[in-house]
């Protein structure tokens, strides 16, 4: 199994700033993604952490807009750069296990004004 | 690529009907298929899984077979309680060709009433 704890649990931003989203596990992982979930949307994935390489991320999102760190084996942040309204949303951390199952962390609500 | 489709939803059922929320998938590989709910404000959980053909997975009454031959995962309950209001997610992680990454259905919405 795989506890993770992520701050903060929630924010309310001025459109414009930037806000990073740090995610903790319990044991070390190689892997740890970051979702996105829009209100009343599924969970879409904005990229894959890997611990000594770049972030992978996925169609529709880039580097400028969602830097991530990874600098050990549980531990990783998200900022959310120059927000906007449309990125508010539920930003939620992931591990996985060798069965391809995800375990979650509690997620952090982003409300951008 | 892979990908999940849900029934459209919302689903609202009165308390000990049957529900099913089907779910069929698209991989390139041999998925291992998940079911994922979300109750009201709090995180994601895995409800249950299945990780190869004809493996059926099941929890706290929640049921789904692993069906290749129509490439479906639905998710079934023979008696729903008023607990079990939430958001379900269908999910495929695919380790040949996406890694551990996992890929979500559309959620679908469950109200149950009294």
């Known amino acids: 199994s795989a506890v993770i704890s992520q701050k903060p649990s929630r924010d309310i931003c001025q459109r414009g700033t930037s806000l990073t989203i740090q995610c903790q596990v319990d044991?070390?992982?190689?892997?740890m993604f970051w979702y996105r979930q829009q209100p009343g949307q599924s969970l879409t994935l904005i990229a894959t952490a890997n611990q000594g390489s770049e972030a992978t991320y996925e169609s529709g999102f880039v580097i400028d807009k969602f830097p991530i760190s990874r600098p050990n084996l549980t531990f990783s942040t998200l900022t959310v750069s120059n927000m906007s309204p449309e990125d508010s949303s539920i930003y939620l951390c992931?591990?996985?296990?060798?069965?391809?199952?995800?375990?979650f962390g509690p997620g952090t609500r982003l409300t951008v004004l | 690529g892979n990908s999940v489709t849900q029934m459209e939803g919302p689903v609202t059922l009165s308390e000990e009907a049957f529900l099913t929320i089907n779910c069929t998938y698209t991989?390139?590989?041999?998925?291992?298929l998940f079911w994922y709910v979300q109750y009201p404000g709090e995180g994601l959980q895995l409800l249950l899984k299945?990780?190869?053909?004809?493996d059926k997975g099941s929890n706290k009454g929640f049921e789904a077979t692993y069906r290749k031959e129509t490439t479906s995962f639905h998710l079934e309950k023979g008696s729903v309680q008023v607990s079990d209001s939430a958001v379900y997610f269908c999910a495929l992680s695919d380790q040949e060709t996406s890694g551990s990454r996992l890929t979500f259905g559309e959620g679908t919405q469950l109200t149950v009433n009294p």
């Open positions: 991989a390139t590989g041999y998925p291992s």
């Open positions: 992931s591990v996985s296990r060798s069965t391809g199952r995800g375990y």
């Open positions: 044991s070390q992982v190689t892997m």
């Open positions: 299945a990780t190869k053909a004809d």
